[in-house]
């Protein structure tokens, strides 16, 4: 079992950045994908960003260029970097662990509550 703890959300206005945080209760070695999803009001979840075990990376259309997932090994964390933020990034945020593929969702934390002004 995996358990998955974010943080890092909060209140920001236009143009500003946040750094989320995912903690894993495991070694990221024994995890093959770590991934980003978010969840607008009356939307369905919509998938970020992922990280492979070895580093390599992937990003939705929508944020690329603007967003930056990474991993810090040694403290079981995986990160997500968000610059120049916009009203349309406000969601909840949920970090997502699985075998494979570029959308994981074998285990998933809480959430946190990312929210843009105009």
């Known amino acids: 079992q995996v358990q998955l703890v974010e943080s890092g959300g909060g209140l920001v206005q236009a143009g500003g950045s946040l750094r989320l945080s995912c903690a894993a209760s495991v070694t990221l070695f024994s995890i093959n994908v770590m991934g980003w999803y978010r969840q607008a009001p009356g939307k369905q979840r919509e998938w970020v960003a992922a990280?492979?075990?070895?580093?390599?990376?992937n990003y939705a259309d929508s944020v690329k260029g603007r967003f930056t997932i990474s991993r810090d090994n040694a403290k079981n964390t995986v990160y997500l970097q968000m610059n120049s933020l916009k009203p349309e990034d406000t969601a909840v945020y949920y970090c997502a662990a699985g075998g494979g593929g570029w959308q994981p969702d074998d285990y998933w934390g809480q959430g946190t509550q990312v929210t843009v002004s105009s």
């Open positions: 990280i492979t075990r070895v580093g390599i990376t």
